[in-house]
């Protein structure tokens, strides 16, 4: 049972206009939570990252928005370029799950020029 | 910075060989990840190392599979034997410390194909 979930495995957005990646996660007790982003033939790379005690947290033109009552964070990106075109995965810890981070599926972002 | 490097970056067998694939962490890194990614169960942690003491195995799939970590600066995940149902791309990953939250670090991967 995958304790983090995308449910868009793909996602197409116009450049310029604004990309929204979703993640939803089962287990209450997670209380950080990353997005990473894979180019084709390379690893993850981190993106940026949330505590349980934030609503959000802003990096240039990402922005992670975390809902606790809906299991539910979202990453935004302001203006989407067509080097944003990648795999996102979302990624979840918890204090005492030593360092394991569970992750989600991945949802594949196309910016289109 | 090299970077975590992963060897080799492809790896073409038949069912029933051994394989072994191959990870330096990042000079100064105390923890070391291996991971799998398959189209089905995406981003999967197969074990972790903490000062080259595996902490935490409990996704390695089955016997066939072993891990370990001789040295600060190496590590290798073996499968033996293997089968086609093995074929994904592994990362390993390193990170600085041994906090919950600390950023990892990932290789680009060995593409494992098991015919």
């Known amino acids: 049972d995958q304790q983090v979930k995308q449910n868009s495995p793909s996602l197409s957005v116009q450049e310029g206009r604004i990309s929204i990646l979703n993640c939803d996660y089962t287990n209450s007790m997670f209380d950080y939570f990353l997005w990473y982003k894979k180019y084709p033939a390379e690893g993850p790379t981190f993106l940026i990252s949330?505590?349980?005690?934030?609503d959000k947290n802003e990096d240039g033109r990402f922005t992670v928005f975390l809902n606790k009552s809906a299991k539910h964070l979202s990453l935004h990106i302001v203006p989407s370029q067509p080097g944003d075109s990648a795999v996102y995965f979302c990624?979840?810890?918890?204090?005492?799950?030593?360092?394991?981070?569970?992750f989600g599926p991945g949802t594949r972002l196309s910016v289109l020029p | 910075d090299a970077g975590v490097i992963q060897s080799p970056r492809h790896e073409v067998t038949e069912m029933g060989q051994e394989v072994t694939l191959r990870c330096k962490p990042i000079?100064?890194?105390?923890?070391l990840f291996w991971y799998r990614q398959t189209m089905m169960r995406g981003l999967e942690l197969l074990i972790y190392?903490?000062?080259?003491?595996?902490?935490?195995d409990s996704g390695m799939p089955e016997d066939r599979f072993s891990a370990k970590m001789p040295n600060a600066s190496f590590s290798t995940l073996k499968i033996q034997p293997s089968e086609p149902r093995d074929s994904a791309v592994y990362f390993c990953a390193s990170t600085q410390g041994s906090g919950s939250y600390n950023e990892q670090f990932f290789g680009p991967g060995t593409r494992l194909t098991v015919l």
């Open positions: 990624a979840a810890s918890r204090r005492d799950y030593g360092q394991n981070f569970v």
């Open positions: 000079s100064g890194h105390n923890s």
């Open positions: 949330i505590s349980s005690i934030k």
């Open positions: 190392f903490n000062n080259n003491v595996p902490i935490d």
